[in-house]
């Protein structure tokens, strides 16, 4: 099956940096990728659709200039966290779409936790 | 706004029970429901998806039930296994084919 990879799969960082983390869609051509975030004990929320070539798409209250998303080609998205504070400590997960499978098949990234200090 | 809902939080069974997992969602507008696992830590892996025009779909000991109208799920482990022990979360595919709402998952632990 179609694999994605994120990168880095744990970060730990200082109150105030970026940080960024990438999502990689190994064997398929992905136009669509989705970003993910989850708290202990929570489920997955959708933070934004990233589109190839054009600009994301953030959910209702997810303030997209503390998320960047970049999604420059057609097997990477990355998400980078501005500023990061410690309520952005968090695991997120990123899926991407194989558009010759229909749109309804996602497959997810391992997730990348974040913890800021 | 579509909402998922999964009962119950968390079930604590004995190895070779068989077990139901149960999700609701507000919106019987759907194009597909999905059932994952995800293990402490990690990423999710997906057990089953079945079509908005399907009942049910069925792989090894799994086996979940779609009941579009009445906005239900339910996920049927049978022979339960420690090995089983894990969350296990159901998602619903709405806006356009292009959204994945997740439910609040169900904490599973199958013991010896």
């Known amino acids: 099956g179609a694999v994605v990879s994120q990168h880095p799969s744990w970060v730990i960082c200082k109150s105030g940096t970026s940080v960024k983390i990438e999502c990689r869609s190994l064997d398929f051509q992905a136009t669509t990728m989705f970003w993910y975030r989850q708290f202990p004990k929570q489920s997955l929320m959708l933070m934004a659709t990233?589109?190839?070539?054009?600009?994301?798409?953030?959910e209702q209250g997810v303030e997209k200039d503390k998320f960047l998303i970049n999604h420059a080609s057609l097997t990477l998205s990355t998400l980078t966290v501005t500023s990061a504070h410690p309520e952005d400590s968090s695991f997120y997960i990123c899926s991407a779409r194989e558009p010759v499978r229909g749109r309804e098949t996602q497959y997810f990234g391992p997730g990348t936790r974040l913890l800021v200090l | 706004k579509q909402e998922v809902t999964q009962i119950p939080a968390a079930l604590s069974v004995p190895e070779g029970e068989n077990l139901v997992l149960n999700c609701s969602f507000t919106?019987?507008?759907?194009?597909?429901l999905q059932w994952f696992r995800q293990d402490p830590g990690k990423g999710l892996t997906s057990l089953l998806l079945?079509?908005?025009?399907?009942r049910e779909q069925t792989s090894g000991r799994l086996n979940a039930s779609l009941d579009k109208s009445s906005g239900r799920s339910t996920l049927y482990i049978a022979a339960s296994q420690p090995g089983d022990s894990a969350t296990y979360l159901c998602?619903?595919?709405?806006?356009?084919?292009?959204?994945?709402?997740f439910g609040t998952g169900t904490q599973l632990k199958v013991e010896l």
């Open positions: 998602a619903v595919l709405t806006g356009g084919g292009n959204k994945l709402t």
């Open positions: 079945i079509q908005s025009s399907q």
């Open positions: 990233s589109n190839e070539g054009s600009k994301a798409t953030y």
């Open positions: 919106d019987s507008a759907i194009y597909n």
